[in-house]
């Protein structure tokens, strides 16, 4: 594999685990201070942060896949990680990965 190609999987390796993190803290900490305690400051911003996460991973997955040659299966996987908690943790670990 060629140094272009490591580079953009560790660009989505970064971008997945940002787009993890954000997602569970919009999960485990923004919406119970929203809903139980009515403090909802924290999910406008953690919110906006998280939505342009998610764009850029599915941008960075695209072109990763595009320029590696994922199969449309792989491509998938690693699409539908965005919308399961810890998906991205677990794409990294099983998809990523094996492409540096």
């Given amino acids: 594999m060629g140094k272009t190609s490591q ?3 560790n660009i989505l390796r970064v971008v997945a685990w940002a787009e993890g993190i954000s997602f569970l803290l919009i999960l ?21 942060i998280h939505g342009v996460l998610f764009i850029v991973y599915i941008v960075v997955v695209w072109l990763t896949g595009s320029r590696l040659e994922w199969s449309n299966k792989t491509t998938s996987i690693a699409l ?10 677990w794409a ?4 990523f990965k094996k492409h540096i």
Wanted: proline fraction near 8%; charged fraction near 10%; avoid cysteine.
């Fill in 92 to 95: 990294d670990h099983a998809i």
């Fill in 80 to 89: 539908a990680a965005s919308i399961i908690p810890f998906g991205t943790f």
């Fill in 7 to 9: 580079s953009i999987v």
């Fill in 28 to 48: 485990f900490v923004s919406m119970p201070l929203k809903y139980i305690w009515d403090m909802p400051e924290l999910n406008q911003f953690t919110g906006y």
